[in-house]
């Protein structure tokens, strides 16, 4: 048996609970990973509150996780037991002390990366690397606006960006968040309770603008940030933590210049194993070198998930938060 957080009805954080539960043998294709620390992401709230509809109920949680592999269904050729491993892709099910997934999901875990920073680091690095190194391959030069910049996706992203050469101005709601964005490698920082964001890009970039604004809080920055881009510059909304951009009209593209807008999501691009080992390649080379390190600034039992999944929504974490099981 293994305890494992459930949720029977969308909700609040009250809605989820800590059950019991059996835990099968992997079948072909699988393995099954018990787990050392748990991930928590944006997303685990959607799926909570509804936003995204769960596949059924009662239903498990969240999708990244990393620890060690004790049994390998049958098929299963990269994987052994005893590997340390972690994964970042779905089905719900990673808040649990244990559990079966696919092992075409599941990559090992080199040496120099531990349990916990690759819980902190699957999901919001790999979202980093698509969204700097595949949506917009940044070449070095280039001014782009990162909302939520210390963020467990943010910090990250302001790290890789400075190591690209890059110009990251990073929105933050407070000058503590500010500081810990400009530390990560931010060039500039924007405090939007106290700054219009859009003249302080214009100041910034002498009226150039950016090249790419990533937007992961949706419906709340959607005009402001279409202007804070160059003319034929790319939009790309990757979240909803103010809620779904809706009722667009496509013909503001056309007046605010001729605007590119994108829609990813890391299931978009780590669609088959061979993309997905690819991408952690790179981004386990950004954190064995040292030019990316993982913020792990809040620790949460996993019985307490409701706990942190409300910190998460009220904005009162910066950088990565974890589950210990």
């Not at 959607?46 to 769960?54: H, K």
């Amino acid at each position: 048996m293994a305890q494992r957080i459930e949720f029977s009805q969308t909700g609040g954080p009250e809605v989820l609970q800590l059950v019991e539960t059996s835990v099968a043998a992997p079948g072909a294709g699988e393995v099954r990973v018990r787990h050392h620390a748990v991930g928590l992401n944006f997303i685990d709230i959607y799926f909570r509150t509804g936003l995204y509809p769960a596949p059924s109920l009662p239903s498990g949680l969240g999708t990244e996780a990393a620890g060690v592999v004790e049994a390998v269904g049958e098929g299963v050729e990269h994987l052994a037991v005893g590997d340390r491993v972690a994964y970042a892709q779905g089905p719900l099910g990673a808040y649990a002390e244990e559990r079966v997934i696919a092992a075409d999901h599941v990559v090992a875990l080199p040496d120099g990366v531990t349990f916990e920073t690759a819980a902190a680091a699957m999901l919001k690095g790999l979202t980093v690397q698509y969204l700097l190194r595949q949506t917009y391959p940044l070449q070095g030069g280039e001014t782009i606006l990162f909302h939520a910049a210390a963020g467990g996706v943010g910090s990250i992203a302001c790290q890789w960006a400075r190591a690209l050469g890059v110009k990251l101005i990073g929105t933050v709601s407070s000058p503590e968040k500010a500081a810990l964005a400009e530390r990560n490698g931010a060039w500039a920082t924007i405090d939007y309770t106290r700054e219009d964001v859009v003249e302080r890009v214009r100041e910034l970039t002498a009226g150039e603008m950016c090249d790419v604004v990533y937007d992961s809080v949706g419906k709340y920055t959607w005009e402001t940030s279409l202007d804070c881009l160059r003319k034929r510059g790319l939009m790309v909304s990757f979240g909803n933590a103010s809620g779904p951009v809706e009722g667009v009209n496509i013909g503001i593209l056309n007046q605010k210049g001729a605007l590119y807008v994108t829609r990813p999501s890391l299931n978009g691009y780590a669609d088959t194993r061979e993309r997905l080992e690819s991408m952690c390649i790179d981004l386990f080379a950004m954190l064995e070198s040292g030019e990316v390190t993982i913020d792990i600034g809040q620790r949460f039992p996993l019985a307490d998930a409701g706990k942190a999944q409300q910190a998460l929504a009220d904005r009162q974490t910066t950088g990565s938060t974890i589950l210990l099981p």
